[in-house]
């Protein structure tokens, strides 16, 4: 099987200031390191498309995406909460990322590869059912699960999600839906400060990691709460919000995993879909330190290349 990258150069249309770390150099970083380690002439390319409106209201409520559309400056940028920028064309960027990820699924489900990386922006899984947040529009993840739920007519999805901040998003808008299991290791007591009630949501597993935890306490979190959990799951599809910001180089959290780290998880997450050839749908959440950023995606992406063979 082949590993598919799918991106589209729409993402340039969301445009933020120089300060900001969500800007579209991300996916630069990642495709320069992509293309030094020669991975990249081993991914096949695809142009995502823009995501449909049933699609998104699956996920978000109308009138949310209503009021997206009526904010959205004509020239500048402003700022939807206290750190997400919208610019002019910002929505245009969100519902094309939105839709890489639903054609990505969809190429999925005609067996078409076995695994797809989607390399878009902005990224989603902070964005609630009726809330934009932290650098989040439309929740990608969310969008895509329900899309495989609905018109693909699945029935167990699971979601991971190891990106340093909790996908408080994607519980929003899935948590006690059991169509799905999310899996959520994050930096705690840390941003976005919810969704962590214990017993709230009981298709959920938080894995709380301490500010400074480093490679071997993360390994052991996700060998003993999410590996045993998924595989009894035994879900038809896995989506990773593959947030790359818990490496220790990151500036804008403080956990300490190392390049290797996310080598390591691509091997689990092979590991849990090889048994019954379960497709994977990898989706970029956060990363932000440029350098860190392309090679820990290219680190991930390693296993399942060589995987195909
Ligand atoms: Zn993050």
Not at 183 to 194: E, G, R
Request: aromatic share 10%; proline share 5%; hydrophobic share 40%.
């Amino acid at each position: 099987m082949s590993v598919a990258y799918f991106t589209s150069e729409e993402h340039f249309s969301h445009f933020t200031d120089e300060e900001h770390p969500e800007h579209a150099m991300r996916i630069l970083a990642i495709e320069q390191e992509l293309k030094a380690r020669h991975l990249w002439d081993q991914l096949i390319h695809i142009k995502g498309e823009e995501a449909t409106i049933p699609d998104i209201l699956r996920a978000h409520s109308k009138g949310y995406v209503d009021q997206l559309h009526l904010i959205q400056p004509e020239h500048g940028h402003i700022y939807v909460d206290e750190d997400t920028q919208m610019s002019p064309g910002s929505l245009r960027a969100a519902l094309w990322s939105a839709g890489s990820c639903t054609s990505a699924l969809d190429a999925l489900m005609r067996n078409d590869y076995q695994h797809a990386f989607v390399a878009t922006r902005p990224p989603g899984h902070h964005a609630e059912h009726k809330k934009a947040m932290g650098f989040c529009f439309l929740n990608n993840v969310a969008i895509s699960a329900l899309r495989a739920a609905d018109q693909h007519h699945l029935q167990r999805i699971a979601i991971l999600d190891f990106d340093a901040h909790q996908g408080n998003g994607t519980i929003d808008i899935l948590g006690n839906d059991h169509r799905f299991m999310i899996c959520s290791s994050f930096q705690h007591p840390f941003y976005p400060y919810s969704h962590y009630q214990e017993g709230r949501y009981n298709n959920l597993i938080n894995t709380p990691l301490e500010a400074g935890t480093g490679s071997a306490t993360f390994r052991a979190e996700i060998e003993s709460a999410w590996l045993p959990a998924v595989r009894s799951f035994a879900p038809e599809l896995i989506i990773v919000s593959a947030g790359f910001d818990a490496h220790r180089d990151d500036p804008m959290a403080e956990l300490c995993l190392l390049d290797n780290d996310y080598h390591w998880l691509a091997d689990q997450i092979i590991s849990l879909a090889t048994p019954r050839s379960t497709p994977v749908l990898s989706i970029l959440e956060g990363g932000y330190h440029l350098g860190a950023l392309g090679r820990c995606v290219a680190e991930y992406l390693q296993p399942f290349v060589k995987h195909k063979a």
